[in-house]
């Protein structure tokens, strides 16, 4: 069974930041890209960051570029995603995913998310 959670989300003034961690379980595909996407409330669901399981590529979202980092540690099967320079804007429940291809229409599995708050 796959299962993806997160933890690290919080409240934290704008400027602060967060690191937000996915444990995934072992049957997790290592051939699936891992990605964040973020749901402000009223809004759609938006990809934030992805990488792959070899390390060898990642991608972000325009909003997030510069300012957030995603890795893994794949002997700990943990996606992690290291927020700076946060800003009120980027108040969102946060989830983990993966799936062949990171849009939220290839999406196999989610995470049951984390909410990151951040207070201007």
């Known amino acids: 069974q796959v299962q993806l959670v997160e933890s690290g989300g919080g409240s934290v003034q704008a400027g602060g930041s967060l690191r937000l961690s996915c444990a995934t379980s072992?049957?997790?595909?290592?051939?699936?890209?891992m990605g964040w996407f973020r749901q402000a409330s009223g809004k759609e669901r938006e990809f934030v960051a992805g990488?792959?399981?070899?390390?060898?590529?990642?991608s972000y979202g325009d909003s997030v570029r510069g300012r957030f980092t995603i890795s893994r540690d794949s002997a700990k099967n943990t996606v992690y995603l290291q927020m700076n320079s946060l800003e009120p804007e980027d108040t969102a429940v946060y989830y983990c995913?993966?799936?062949?291809?990171?849009?939220?229409?290839?999406?196999?599995?989610w995470g049951q998310g984390t909410q990151v708050t951040v207070s201007s």
């Open positions: 995913a993966a799936g062949p291809k990171l849009s939220i229409d290839s999406i196999l599995y």
């Open positions: 072992s049957r997790t595909p290592r051939a699936f890209p």
């Open positions: 990488i792959l399981w070899s390390g060898s590529h990642t």
